[in-house]
T-cell receptor
């Protein structure tokens, strides 16, 4: 299947700092990527849709000024958690599809963010 | 009614046994169905797609029942390495990504 690479896999940061997470599609071009958050023992929750060359589309309740998304190229999307707080500690995962919307999604390895 | 429902388990199953679990979905217009496997603290990985005619891949069999709006996953001759959370994912075409995730079924294979 298609390969989606996410970096870093784990990060610990101080409260008030910003953290950038990268998501790359390694062997295909992804005009659209998706960012999810997963709290312990909870389901994946879609945060936003990252669109190449345009603004991201955020789900209800997700602060766009706090979670900055940049989709600079067809193979790279970044999520920046700005002014992180302990409640932002979570598992962040990106995904992309190689084909149409009814095809399977491939996920990055995820980033475990801990804000202390 | 939740969009995609799964029994969270845990299912404790002895090694070598057969285990099956279902997932129900509420949107009759759903188009595509998948089972993903998620290991603890890891990303979900596609296990198999679920076709109308059913799908078998080695020890794993997935089936779709559109009339009753459920999909099933059967694991035969279970291995210790099958221990994981199995996510039912339905593509309903709605929402930005079109995907609705179940909360997952936690499976523990015991030696």
């Amino acid at each position: 299947g298609a390969v989606v690479s996410q970096h870093p896999s784990r990060v610990i940061c101080k409260s008030g700092t910003s953290v950038k997470i990268e998501c790359r599609s390694l062997d295909f071009q992804a005009t659209t990527m998706f960012w999810y958050r997963q709290f312990p023992k909870k389901s994946l929750m879609l945060m936003a849709t990252s669109n190449e060359g345009s603004k991201a589309t955020y789900e209800q309740g997700v602060e766009k000024d706090k979670f900055l998304i940049n989709h600079a190229s067809l193979t790279l999307s970044t999520l920046t958690v700005t002014s992180a707080h302990p409640e932002d500690s979570s598992f962040y995962i990106c995904s992309a599809r190689q084909g149409a919307q009814d095809t399977e999604a491939f996920f990055g390895q995820g980033t475990r963010l801990t804000v202390v | 009614r939740k969009e995609v429902e799964q029994d969270p388990g845990p299912f404790n199953v002895p090694e070598g046994a057969t285990v099956a679990f279902n997932c129900t979905y509420s949107n009759s217009a759903s188009q595509s169905f998948f089972w993903y496997r998620q290991d603890c603290r890891k990303e979900p990985k596609l296990l198999m797609s679920v076709y109308s005619s059913g799908n078998e891949d080695g020890r794993f069999t997935a089936q779709l029942n559109r009339a009753s709006q459920y999909i099933s996953l059967l694991i035969r001759d279970s291995k210790l390495s099958d221990s994981a959370t199995y996510l039912c994912v339905v593509n309903s075409g709605g929402g930005a990504d079109g995907l609705t995730f179940g909360k997952g079924t936690h499976l523990i294979i015991q030696p």
